[in-house]
């Protein structure tokens, strides 16, 4: 059974938003047109409490993209994104949500992120997901979205160890750092994730 995952397409990682994905606008029309191939359809949104420990606004002295330490793991400072119930979390307003069966939303817990659409940053909390997907019958999981390298790339790794067989759909999904995402790229491929093109499923 196959299971679209799309992460992330929202206002804030738009060229137009506050932390800009490249060309994340191109990847809607690819996402639109992908969606009758599968059997079931779900999205992410990160949706942050204005307070949340990610933004550097909320650590005196600290800029965008510095880094810190957080329950001993680095966490990148962004600048404000995806404040819930703004329009800058809300969905690409062309992006098809008319077939999406269930939206889960993360990075909601103030005092840690959550890349990944199943774990936060922790993995201390489980978002569901997982038992979701597996209940709906999902054998087969295609992600694609924004960013590649960050939160499509976190979740494709933790979907793939949680035994779903794993699609990266490389044309429906943009990366902050292309070169990053080019050296993850590989190390997906060697763990058995394997990366398609929307022509392809
Ligand atoms: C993301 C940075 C911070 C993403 C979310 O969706 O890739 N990146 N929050
Ligand atoms: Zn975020």
New binding site residues.
Partial sequence: MKTLLIIDVQNDFMPSGSLPVPYGNEIVPVINAIQDKFDLIVATQ?W?PRNHV?FANNHEGKSNFDEIEIYGKTQTL?PD??IQGTEGAAFHRDLNTEKMEAIFRK?TDTTI?SYSAFYDNGHLKSTGLTGYLKEKGTTQLFLCGLASDICVYFSIIDAFKEGFTCFFIEDASKALDTKEFENLKKSMITMGIKMVTSASI
């Fill in positions: 990160d942050h990610s962004w994104h995806c990075g992120d």
